[in-house]
C-alpha cells in the first residue's frame, strides 16, 4: 500500500516574490514581506507551488509538503529545520522551524513535512 501525503491540510497564500522562486523550493519572508529562496539558516515559511507569474508566487504555509533537503537526512517525527540555501531544507545547527516530518526518501533526497 503506497501512502499518500498531497494536499493534507493545504493551505497556500500569494506573495510578492524576489529572485529566483521554482516549484517545491523552500522559501523565506524578506524583511518587506515579500518572499524569495530561503538563504542558509533562515527560518522556512513554506515550499512554492509554483513559478513567479506577475511578480508573486503561490506559497504553501500549511499542511503537508514536500521539499528537498541537503545534509544528513531528518528522521520522522518532530524535527529542527532551516532553510539549507539551495531551495530545501536541512537540520537546523541551532534554533530552526519545528516542522513535523511525515516522510523521508534518501533516494530523492526529499522530506514530507507537515507546516
Known sequence: ?????????QTAATFPAEGEVLPGMAVALTAGGAVRKGADGALPCGVALGGVRGGAAAVQIG?????????????TGWQALACDGKGGVKIAATGGLQCLVLAVDAGTGTVVVKL
Do not use: E
Open 1 to 9: 500500500m503506497d501512502i499518500c501525503f498531497d494536499g493534507v491540510g
Open 63 to 75: 499542511g503537508a509538503a514536500k521539499v528537498g533537503y541537503s545534509g544528513a537526512a531528518p528522521g
